[in-house]
């Protein structure tokens, strides 16, 4: 398949449009099926180091993406500063202590694997 240069946001995926709106330049993106990024997944990885994302579509799906680890990186850190707002907007209007906030944070954290 070619490669797909579009802007019309209706028919970007979300991941697209979010590495857009991060990277605040035009995305160079190309859709493959599974058959043809199993037979072609050491090219594709040299486009995705160049920037491309690469879309997998599984009978006409779009089903998982390729994208370079600093992009993913990038969208880490987003989703990272995202919580942290949506956690300051809820602890702004509650009335919790800094004590309080500790414990529980304390206590979430001994309580992971």
């Given at each position: 398949m070619?490669?797909?240069?579009?802007?019309?946001?209706g028919?970007?995926s979300?991941?697209?449009?979010?590495?857009?709106?991060?990277?605040?330049?035009?995305?160079?993106?190309?859709?493959?099926?599974?058959?043809?990024?199993?037979?072609?997944?050491?090219?594709?990885?040299?486009?995705v180091?160049?920037?491309?994302?690469?879309?997998i579509?599984?009978?006409?799906?779009?089903?998982a993406?390729?994208?370079?680890?600093?992009?993913?990186?990038r969208?880490?850190?987003?989703?990272?500063?995202?919580?942290?707002?949506?956690?300051r907007?809820?602890l702004?209007?509650?009335?919790?202590d800094?004590?309080?906030?500790?414990?529980k944070?304390?206590?979430?954290l001994?309580?992971?694997?």
């Open positions: 070619s490669t797909l240069y579009d802007l019309r946001w028919t970007l979300l991941a697209i449009q979010i590495a857009i709106i991060l990277r605040g330049d035009l995305i160079v993106s190309k859709t493959v099926n599974v058959l043809e990024a199993k037979n072609k997944l050491t090219q594709l990885l040299r486009q180091a160049r920037g491309t994302d690469v879309t579509t599984k009978h006409g799906e779009p089903t993406m390729l994208i370079s680890v600093k992009a993913y990186e969208l880490r850190r987003q989703a990272a500063a995202s919580r942290l707002r949506e956690l907007e809820e702004v209007g509650s009335d919790l800094a004590q309080e906030i500790y414990q944070s304390r206590k979430q001994e309580a992971r694997p």
